[in-house]
C-alpha cells in the first residue's frame, strides 16, 4: 500500500490545499462585491441582490458587509419597498455608525420616512379626521419644509373643518344652555305623531330638561373622545401593512419567477453529475470484483462501496461525522476520503497518487471516469503470476554433459 512517507506527503499536500483555500476565501467577498457592483452597472440589480445577500450571509465580518449592506437597502429604496428598505438601512445605520455612506443613508431614510407619512396623512384626509390629519401633514412639513406649498390646499381645509367642528359645538352648547334645543325635540317629537295620524301633546316631566342636556353632554363628550379614533388608525394601520406585505409577497413570486429557469438548469447540471459519479462508481466495483455496486446510487451511503473498494473496514463510513469538529474534523475526514482513494486506484491497477487529485472538484471527476473506462492492469499481473507458476511445475533443464 503505502507507508508513513506516503501519508504526510498527502497530509501536506491537504494542508497547503486549505491554506490555498482560505487565501482564496479572503478574495471571494471582495470578488462578490465587485460581482454586484458590474450587474448594477449593467442594469440588472436583481442579480446583484443575489451577490449582496450572499455577502452578508456568508461573510458577516468582511470590511465589504458595510457597502454590500448600503447596496442591499438602496437597491430596495429604488424599486419602491419602502418597507424592506427602511428596514435594511436602519440595520445599516445601527450597525456601521461611521460608515462612508452614513450621509447617503440618513438621506434615504429621511425621504423613506416622509413617504410613510405622506400616506399616513392622505390617508387620515380621505376619512375625514382633520385633526390627527393636520398633526402628520405639519410633522411632515417640519422635516420637508420644501413639500409645504405641495400640501397648502389640504392643509387649509383641515384647518377650516377643524374651526368649523368647533364653532358647531359652540352652537349646540350655546342652544343646550338657552334650552331651545329641547323645544326642536319636542317639534320633531310632534311632528313624527302627525305623520304616524296621531298627534299627542307632550309635557315635560320635571328634570326632563336636565337629563336632555345630560345626554346631549355625553353625546359631545363621546365625539370628542379620541377612543374611536384611535381604533380607526389601528384599523387603518393593519390595512397599511396587509397591503405592505402583499407587495412584498408579489415581490417574492417575481424574483421566484425570474430565478426559477436558472434553478432548473443547475438542478439538472447537478443531476447529470450526480447518474455520472454513480454509474462511474458502479464500474470501479464491477472491475474490482467488489459485491453491492448498487450502493453507488444512495448518496452518503455510497461511501460504504468505496471503503469495500479499496478494501477498508465499513466502520470507516462512520468517521465523516467528524465533520461536525470545526477544520480539524473536515481535514481528518479529507485525509481519510483521500486515503480511500489512494487504494482505490491501486485495486484498478494503477498509481496510488493519483488518489490526491480527488481533493480538486473538476480533476476527480475526469479521475472517476479514467478509472471506469480504463482496463483493469491487475488481471495482467495475474496471468503473469500464473506463467510464473507453471514454469515452476516444469522439470529442472538436464545437467550440462561433462567432457
Known sequence: MFGKKSFLVVLLLLLSFYFMIGISAADNDKALLDKAKSYIEEGQEDFAIMYLREIIRVYPNSIYCDEASFRLGEYHYKQNNTKEA????????????????????????????????????????AANMWEEALAVFTELIDDNPELAASFKEKIDKCSWKIDENKRELEKRKARIDSGSLEAELLAQDIQSGKAQGSVKVIQPKSGAVRSIKNVIGQATSVMSTKAPIDDQMKIMERKFNVSMRSNDGDMAAAMLAMMG????????????????????????????????????????????????????????????FLTVIPIIGSIIVLVLFVIIWMNICEQCGKPSWLGVLTVIPLVSLVLLGYL??????????????????????LPPPPAPIKF
Not at 427602511?86 to 455612506?101: A, E, G, T, V
Not at 443613508?105 to 392622505?122: D, F, M, P, Q
Not at 444512495?298 to 473498494?309: E, K, Q, T, W, Y
Not at 480504463?374 to 506463467?387: F, L
Open 86 to 125: 427602511i428596514k435594511i438601512l436602519s440595520q445599516h445605520s445601527r450597525m456601521y455608525p461611521d460608515s462612508s455612506f452614513k450621509d447617503q443613508t440618513n438621506e434615504y431614510l429621511k425621504k423613506l420616512n416622509s413617504v410613510i407619512l405622506i400616506k399616513k396623512a392622505n390617508t387620515l384626509f
Open 261 to 320: 429557469p436558472f434553478i432548473l438548469v443547475i438542478l439538472s447540471i447537478m443531476l447529470v453529475f450526480y447518474v455520472y459519479s454513480a454509474f462511474c462508481l458502479q464500474t470501479i466495483a464491477r472491475k474490482t470484483d467488489t459485491e453491492g455496486g448498487w450502493l453507488a446510487w444512495i448518496p452518503i451511503f455510497n461511501i460504504i462501496l468505496m471503503c469495500d473498494i479499496a478494501r477498508k473496514p465499513k466502520w470507516w463510513f462512520f468517521l465523516i
Open 372 to 393: 471506469a473506462l480504463s482496463t483493469v492492469k491487475k488481471e495482467k499481473n495475474k496471468e503473469k503470476s500464473e506463467k510464473t507458476e507453471h514454469a515452476d511445475d
